[in-house]
């Protein structure tokens, strides 16, 4: 089946610190990936998105690479803010019954310290 | 509207109490989709609806839910005799159609449901 793992958090940064975020995905075919985030009291945002093998997603500072080989994409940035702090979610998207259909992981919760 | 807006934000209601919960998605998108997300879990899959019908409800947990859609614009999802377990924010989302290439959802904020 369809499925996406991310490392378990809270992920705890001082402010301007490097961030990597741990998402590996089960699939058949070629779904799409995306990184949606949640913060506080808000609905869920797409953060940065990548359709096929090797396409590098990337958005306020974030970065995702869709890496087949390794059924991967990590979340990266380089310098992290306290207002990043927020839950970081995983998805797939698979074409599925004549619609697409988003498969998340359980979420990764970031806090930054100034 | 601008944005995916879902009543009541929050709602708390005794076990076995019925409950309705209401997403009013972007005017003039087509699909929509309810998610359920349990504390410190992703938003799992609840059902889709094309327009008035519902596409796909696999993912509905049992006969105790049930959603409706009757003029392809708000949808309403209902819960009979509520237990403790279906406590969890339930997240609306809709998008222009149903195979849009970038996966356009507009989530709601949720309602966080608490049956006590």
């Known amino acids: 089946g369809n499925s996406v793992t991310q490392m378990e958090g809270p992920v705890t940064l001082s402010e301007e610190a490097f961030l990597t975020i741990n998402c590996t995905y089960t699939a058949t075919g070629y779904p799409s990936l995306f990184w949606y985030v949640q913060y506080p009291g808000e609905g869920l945002q797409l953060l940065l998105k990548?359709?096929?093998?090797?396409d590098k997603g990337s958005n306020k500072g974030f970065e995702a690479t869709y890496r087949k080989e390794t059924t991967s994409f990590h979340l990266e940035k380089g310098s992290v803010q306290v207002s990043d702090s927020a839950v970081y979610f995983c998805?797939?998207?698979?074409?599925?019954?004549?619609?697409?259909?988003?498969?998340f992981g359980a979420g990764t919760r970031l806090a930054v310290h100034p | 509207g601008a944005g995916v807006s879902q009543t009541p934000s929050n709602k708390v209601t005794e076990k076995g109490k019925y409950v309705e919960l209401r997403c009013d998605p972007i005017?003039?998108?087509?699909?929509l989709y309810w998610y359920r997300q349990s504390l410190g879990q992703g938003p799992e899959f609840l059902i889709y609806f094309q327009g008035t019908g519902a596409a796909d409800d696999s993912g509905l947990p049992n006969d105790r839910f049930f959603a409706v859609r009757p003029e392809g614009s708000v949808s309403t999802l209902k819960i009979q005799r509520t237990e403790r377990g279906d406590s969890a924010v339930y997240l609306c989302?809709?998008?222009?159609?149903?195979?849009?290439?970038?996966?356009?959802?507009?989530f709601g904020s949720g309602t966080r449901l608490t049956v006590v």
């Open positions: 990548a359709t096929k093998a090797d």
């Open positions: 998805a797939l998207g698979r074409v599925s019954g004549g619609y697409n259909k988003l498969i």
């Open positions: 005017s003039g998108h087509t699909a």
């Open positions: 989302a809709s998008s222009p159609g149903p195979l849009q290439g970038d996966y356009g959802y507009t």
